[in-house]
C-alpha cells in the first residue's frame, strides 16, 4: 500500500518562502516519478513540478519555473518543493503524487496512481 503523506504547508504572505516536504512509504521509492500538483478552490488541479526517479529530469509548470525548486531524496524516501517569492496565485491545495508504474514521466493528473491527503498554502497580500 502507497502511502504519501504531506507536509509544510501554510499561512505566509506575498514574497515570503515556504518547503513543502512529502515521505513515501509502501514501495521502492527511487524507481518511481514523483510529482507536486496544486489545486485552488473552483480549479482543476494542475501539475506544478514532476521529477523523475535519478533526479536527471525534471518539469515545471510555466508559473512555477524560476520560483520553485523540487528535490527528491531516495535514501531518505522523500520529495520536496522549496517555493519561493510566493503570491497570492499560488494559494491551493498542494498534493504530492506518484506512479503506479516506474519510470517515465507524467504531466496530467490522471497519470498518476497515488495521491497524499494534501496540505493547504495560502498567500496574503
Known amino acids: 500500500q502507497v502511502q504519501l503523506v504531506e507536509s509544510g504547508g501554510g499561512l505566509v504572505q506575498t514574497g515570503d518562502s515556504l518547503r513543502l516536504s512529502c515521505e513515501a512509504s509502501?514501495?521502492?521509492?527511487?524507481?518511481?516519478?514523483m510529482a507536486w500538483f496544486r489545486q485552488a478552490p473552483g480549479k482543476e488541479r494542475e501539475l506544478v513540478a514532476a521529477?523523475?526517479?535519478?533526479?536527471?529530469?525534471?518539469f515545471y509548470a510555466q508559473s512555477a519555473k524560476g520560483r520553485f525548486t523540487i528535490s527528491r531524496d531516495n535514501a531518505d524516501a522523500t520529495v520536496s518543493l522549496q517555493m519561493n517569492n510566493l503570491t497570492p496565485e499560488d494559494t491551493a491545495v498542494y498534493y504530492c503524487?506518484?506512479?503506479?508504474?516506474?519510470?517515465?514521466?507524467?504531466?496530467?493528473?490522471?497519470?498518476?496512481?497515488?495521491w497524499g491527503q494534501g496540505t493547504q498554502v495560502t498567500v496574503s497580500s
Open positions: 503524487a506518484t506512479r503506479y508504474l516506474p519510470g517515465g514521466m507524467g504531466y496530467r493528473a490522471s497519470e498518476y496512481d497515488f
Open positions: 509502501g514501495r521502492t521509492f527511487a524507481v518511481y516519478t
Open positions: 521529477i523523475n526517479p535519478s533526479g536527471e529530469d525534471i
